[in-house]
């Protein structure tokens, strides 16, 4: 057991929240009971994972997707009011890490999907330093790179370029990332994996000679908010639990 604000403190020095610029809120977003025993984690706090959490008797959710978002309109009134209202009604506390969880060097979304993939990170790169890029411990074809990204995802891949293109070097970025594009490009490496592309992305990436690789935003994030549950709850003694919510994009 642990209190509630003990262990919101401990997790935002834990992923040293309050050094990023952000499109929310990171740490406490929603205030349940004070004592939590039982920690469930989910990477978006949709109404589907509410219910389950509150079936469970969780005394808080972590996530990588919370609410409060910079251009959210202000008034708590439909979706936003159903989903605070069984936040409140169930005494449950809501803490989200957006960010900061994309970037921690051990336990981040793209930490956590580089040791899936088999690649040691040879250095972080992109807005905030959240994208990492390493090389292959043996260099094989982007289809093969692809079947072994499905496996570890358990998702069906896009892959934009040539199924036979030798892979060496791979960058990559959790979430909508395509945006990195152009500096994974100027890193040089044979590909870049990220949640979500974008019709621009596809032609930069052919004209560039790289293969992108859009893995599902979910499927990529789906990581790094268990293994910082795990971490939490060996720390403070707390039973932990992942609800994964059905998300095809």
């Known amino acids: 057991m642990v209190d509630l604000f003990d262990l919101v403190k401990y ?18 977003q929603v205030e349940g009971r004070r004592e939590v025993r039982r920690l469930m984690t989910a990477v978006s706090a949709d109404l589907d994972v509410l219910d389950r959490a509150v079936q469970l008797e969780a005394d808080c959710l972590l996530v990588h997707h919370g609410y409060f978002w910079k251009q959210d309109p202000l008034p708590v ?45 040879e250095g972080w790169f992109g807005d905030q330093a959240i994208g990492a890029y390493g090389a292959l411990a043996q260099p094989r074809s982007a289809a093969a790179f692809v079947r072994d990204l499905e496996h570890a995802l358990a998702r069906p891949p896009l892959l934009i370029g040539r199924p036979e293109a030798m892979l060496r070097r791979v960058a990559w970025c959790t979430g909508a990332a395509h945006g990195f594009l152009g500096e994974a490009i100027e890193l040089g490496v044979d590909a870049f994996v990220t949640g979500e592309l974008s019709e ?50």
């Open 11 to 28: 997790t935002k020095i834990l992923l040293d929240a309050d050094e990023f610029r952000d499109y929310c809120p990171n740490g406490l």
């Open 77 to 121: 009134v439909g979706i936003r009011r159903n989903r605070l209202a069984r936040l409140l009604k169930a005494d449950l506390s809501l803490m989200a890490f957006h960010l900061p969880l994309d970037a921690h060097r051990a336990l981040g979304n793209n930490a956590q999907l580089g040791l899936r993939l088999g690649i040691d990170v």
């Open 200 to 249: 621009p992305a596809v032609h930069v990436a052919r004209e560039a000679g790289i293969a992108l690789i859009g893995a599902g935003h979910h499927a990529t994030e789906r990581y790094g908010v268990q293994a910082l549950g795990e971490h939490l709850a060996s720390r403070f003694a707390l039973h932990h639990h992942f609800l994964d919510s059905d998300n095809p994009v």
